[in-house]
């Protein structure tokens, strides 16, 4: 079945530091959605991304789809301790009434 | 407030014990969702109802089940349970299930003891 995996699994940075996540799709996706879980939380949507090759930002926040729609990333330039969580991409396969797959997770921890 | 209600919030039991864990989806989505978040662990899709059938399955124990009702609230079912079955349990809806934005209910954190 569909797999979806990211890395790294954890990062640990200082405020004011640059981070990324990459997500890989073991499928072609039709959609990648990234979703924010702060700690004790619920996840939350940040974004969907569905062209092939799009890049979406959101302030400091900047998400990419892949061209092969396989891979996607999210970068956060400049974090601050309100970063701090894990963050979700979530995929759709590109055939059919598929479930979504969620990755397996970045856990961002930013020291002040 | 995503709109999704979760009931109960908080549950302790002990082995051998069933539960039932409830949900209600945001007004107007037809579609509801069951994940399973063990510590410090990824999401565990558990399985999909869209309009009162099964529509996908995951990685669901045959000791779960889940159904949804003609009013479109959801619940799981959880019996036999073990130890290992100790996790947040989050339901999620959305509009049609068709690759739409999910949005997630606060969860159930079980305990089992």
């Known amino acids: 079945g569909q797999q979806v995996m990211q890395i790294p699994q954890y990062q640990h940075v200082q405020e004011g530091e640059d981070f990324t996540t990459y997500c890989n799709s073991s499928?072609?996706?039709?959609?990648i959605q990234w979703y924010k879980q702060r700690p004790g939380g619920h996840p939350v949507f940040l974004i969907q991304?569905?062209?092939?090759?799009e890049v979406k930002k959101q302030k400091r926040l900047t998400f990419q789809f892949g061209e092969a729609k396989k891979n996607s990333s999210l970068h956060i330039t400049a974090t601050q301790t309100t970063d701090v969580g894990t963050y979700f991409c979530?995929?759709?396969?590109?055939?059919?009434?598929?479930?979504?797959?969620f990755g397996t997770g970045t856990r961002l921890l930013v020291s002040p | 407030d995503s709109g999704v209600t979760q009931t109960p919030k908080h549950l302790i039991t002990a082995t051998g014990q069933r539960v039932t864990l409830r949900c209600s989806p945001r007004?107007?989505?037809?579609?509801v969702y069951w994940y399973q978040q063990s510590l410090d662990q990824g999401l565990q899709f558990l399985i999909q109802?869209?309009?009162?059938?099964?529509?996908a399955k995951g990685n669901i124990l045959e000791r779960f089940s889940a159904q949804q009702f003609p009013d479109l609230h959801s619940e799981l079912n959880l019996s036999s349970l073990e130890l290992g079955d100790s996790a947040l349990y989050f339901c999620?809806?959305?509009?049609?299930?068709?690759?739409?934005?999910?949005?997630f209910g606060e969860g159930s954190w079980l305990t089992v003891v």
């Open positions: 999620a809806s959305t509009r049609t299930g068709e690759g739409n934005t999910i949005y």
């Open positions: 499928t072609t996706l039709s959609n």
């Open positions: 991304l569905v062209k092939s090759g």
């Open positions: 979530a995929g759709k396969e590109n055939t059919g009434f598929q479930k979504l797959v």
């Open positions: 007004s107007g989505d037809l579609s």
């Open positions: 109802y869209y309009n009162g059938e099964e529509r």
